[in-house]
């Protein structure tokens, strides 16, 4: 008759390799990066430091790979050749920080702050960045803040979606999705005349680039809107009002659903 196995030995293989827990935190090194801020090429792999205060800390090639830093301050620390590959950033202040040849590769840093910081040669493949504050235009371009926009849009945030778009146009004052987009933010935030503005604005990049069914859907957008301010002061009927708006509503949706579906016209 075989020996019963010890009761851990049968537990481990019972367990399946993915059950296993992950290798600990350097807990020695956790307390030395928080208590003296002074932990160049430490290992913080795996460290949870959820709201941890390591403003000019000195972390340069650090291992923070899998780190949980949500909501830490790292404003002005010293990040340089730091691996964060899949560290967790969200919310993080990095105000002033020095991320320069940092790998950030699958980081999560949406919503982090991050004016001022210096991403020189960073790696950021897979970086998650979405509402993150201050990002330096090397890392985000014109189209990169009109995607975010689209995707405000779609939750009917338009406030957000304004900021972004605000962001996409002053680093390309000549991308006409991004004011046709914009146009229809302001229509939905009751800025006829902004929208028509933008509205024709796009209408001419459109033209000017050759695009034509973005002119035609600039125009017939700065069209409806004209046509509804006309019929909102001449209709005498409640209904026939009514009817315009829906028909209008209608179409400035399918403009946002071909922006959405097509990103550029």
Known sequence: MPRPLPILTALALAL??????????NLEHVRQALSTRQCSGCDLSQAGLVYGNLAGADLQNANLSGANLSRANLSNANLRN????????????????????????????????????????????????????GLPDSVMDAEGYYRWAMIEGQRGNFEGAMRYLEESIARDPELPAAYLARAIVRFRMDDWD???????RAERLYTEVGSFRGQRVSSEFVTGIQELREAAIEAEEDAARAQRNGQFMSFVGGIASLLFQFFLL
Do not use: K
Not at 16 to 25: I, K, M, N, S, T
């Open 82 to 133: 730091a691996n964060l590959t899949g560290a967790i950033l969200n919310n993080a202040n990095l105000t002033g920080a020095d991320l320069s040849g940092a790998n950030l590769t699958g980081a999560n840093l949406q919503e982090a702050y991050l004016t001022g910081a210096n991403m020189a040669d960073a790696v950021l493949e897979g970086t998650h960045f979405h509402r993150a504050v």
């Open 194 to 200: 902004g929208a028509i503005a933008d509205g024709t």
């Open 16 to 25: 399946p390799l993915g059950a296993l827990p992950a290798r600990a935190e």
